[in-house]
């Protein structure tokens, strides 16, 4: 099993820009999350689906980020427009049941 | 109100001791699930242990084992005969059910620097 996968694993992009970061969970996991890391913030539940169904986005900072998963085995979040204080480390994480989250290796994304 | 507190910032061992990286947690829901990760310096987040708050034993994995203490809320991660590979930083965090959304919340970490 290759794990959860995250694409592009660094990000550099101009304020302003379109930002899109991808995640494959590993098959069979009814359950993906996006989190956040900042030194900050620590590690932020931005928003999680299940079966593929947003069920709780109130982690989502503002209209600018959003989020789909079209699939079982894609999921992306995306940040329109970009700012410098979205610069963080971006975690897709998957769970196929209540014992098991797997992380991504993350997306290390910088708005300059 | 945080729910899951590691009041460690940092914690310097020396190697070959056992560390012990508190974690205590606030939650009136009875079930649940308490979880360890390691965060190396490459940034991957690694799942250690899990204890369930049914599960009467407390968890073992190797290495690590988690003192679980639920009167207390608390579960403390002990990793015996600590090695120069465990420096880390490591992630306490609790997974809550709320309006039927599984959340899997942290804590802010505990910077861990074995000493050869």
């Known amino acids: 099993d290759a794990g959860v996968i995250q694409s592009p694993r660094h990000e550099v992009t101009e304020m302003g820009q379109e930002v899109t970061l991808r995640c494959k969970p590993i098959?069979?996991?009814?359950?993906l999350f996006w989190y956040r890391q900042t030194m900050m913030r620590g590690l932020e539940l931005l928003i999680y689906?299940?079966?593929?169904?947003?069920?709780?986005d109130s982690g989502m900072p503002e209209d600018r980020f959003s989020a789909k998963m079209p699939n079982a085995s894609f999921s992306t979040l995306k940040i329109q427009p970009s700012e410098p204080r979205d610069s963080a480390v971006y975690f897709c994480?998957?769970?196929?049941?209540?014992?098991?989250?797997?992380f991504g290796s993350g997306t290390r994304l910088t708005v300059v | 109100a945080q729910k899951i507190t590691q009041t460690q910032p940092g914690m310097f061992v020396q190697e070959k001791e056992a560390v012990t990286l508190d974690c205590t947690y606030d939650?009136?829901?009875?079930?649940?699930?308490l979880f360890w990760y390691k965060q190396p310096s490459s940034g991957e987040m690694i799942f250690l242990i899990y204890?369930?708050?049914?599960?009467?034993q407390n968890a073992t994995e190797g290495r690590y084992s988690l003192n679980f203490q639920k009167a207390r809320k608390s579960a403390n991660l002990v990793i015996s005969a600590s090695q120069l590979g465990d420096s880390a930083m490591y992630f306490c965090?609790?997974?809550?059910?709320?309006?039927?959304?599984?959340?899997?919340?942290f804590g802010q970490g505990t910077r861990l620097t074995i000493n050869p």
């Open positions: 994480a998957s769970s196929g049941g209540p014992r098991g989250y797997t």
């Open positions: 098959s069979g996991h009814n359950s």
């Open positions: 689906f299940n079966n593929n169904v947003p069920i709780d």
């Open positions: 939650t009136s829901d009875q079930s649940y699930g």
């Open positions: 204890q369930g708050s049914y599960d009467e």
């Open positions: 965090a609790m997974r809550e059910v709320i309006q039927g959304a599984q959340k899997l919340v």
